[in-house]
T-cell receptor, first 113, second 110 residues
Framework: NAGVTQTPKFQVLKTGQSMTLQCAQDMNHNSMYWYRQDPGMGLRLIYYSASEGTTDKGEVPNGYNVSRLNKREFSLRLESAAPSQTSVYFC????????????FGNGTRLTVT | QKEVEQNSGPLSVPEGAIASLNCTYSDRGSQSFFWYRQYSGKSPELIMFIYSNGDKEDGRFTAQLNKASQYVSLLIRDSQPSDSATYLCAVDTGRRALTFGSGTRLQVQP
């Protein structure tokens, strides 16, 4: 049982390049999330998807787009990377019922130069 | 004011002592509260959650919730060096997704 799988684990981009972070979960969860984590800032929500076919903005959505491809997969795209997007990105999933915890992937460490 | 506030630490305790980690939140409508542990370079892992006022115990961990005062705490008894990590408080306000504090770094000295 893999849980939440993120790819890639590390990525270096030049300013202006684009890339897609992939996330897949095998727990049959309805809800999926993308967070970024910066030193001293905690985890901040970028986008989330409460169910297949729906996506909503979180706290810091600017510069990102997402796609809920199916129930298992939720991707995050950076169309034109900026140094301010240097961060660690975590994908998570949950059952989306009250008290249901988030299950996190191992993270993607992105550096934009 | 941040929605979820934690002291960044580091909180340093000797091995075998009780570590007390605190978290305050601003949204009175918050329903559920979670504590995650995060080792350096790793992803957060759930320690426990609480949603009723009072204490909830799980092994060496006790979560305490006081909704009137809007704080939640985590006590770690008999602290071990392996408990050294960053502890994240997360709050479910019912609006969308969990809101996290910035975390408290705990150091347990052997």
């Amino acid at each position: 049982n893999a849980g939440v799988t993120q790819t890639p684990k590390f990525q270096v981009l030049k300013t202006g390049q684009s890339m897609t972070l992939q996330c897949a979960q095998d727990m049959n969860h309805n809800s999926m999330y993308w967070y970024r984590q910066d030193p001293g800032m905690g985890l901040r929500l970028i986008y989330y998807s409460a169910s297949e076919g729906t996506t909503d903005k979180g706290e810091v959505p600017n510069g990102y787009n997402v796609s809920r491809l199916n129930k298992r997969e939720f991707s995050l795209r950076l169309e034109s990377a900026a140094p301010s997007q240097t961060s660690v990105y975590f994908c998570a999933s949950s059952e989306a019922s009250e008290e249901s915890p988030l299950h996190f992937g191992n993270g993607t460490r992105l550096t934009v130069t | 004011q941040k929605e979820v506030e934690q002291n960044s630490g580091p909180l340093s305790v000797p091995e075998g002592a009780i570590a007390s980690l605190n978290c305050t939140y601003s949204d009175r409508g918050s329903q559920s509260f979670f504590w995650y542990r995060q080792y350096s370079g790793k992803s957060p892992e759930l320690i426990m959650f609480i949603y009723s006022n009072g204490d909830k115990e799980d092994g060496r961990f006790t979560a305490q919730l006081n909704k009137a005062s809007q704080y939640v705490s985590l006590l770690i008894r008999d602290s071990q060096p392996s408990d050294s990590a960053t502890y994240l408080c997360a709050v479910d306000t019912g609006r969308r997704a969990l809101t996290f504090g910035s975390g408290t770094r705990l150091q347990v000295q052997p």
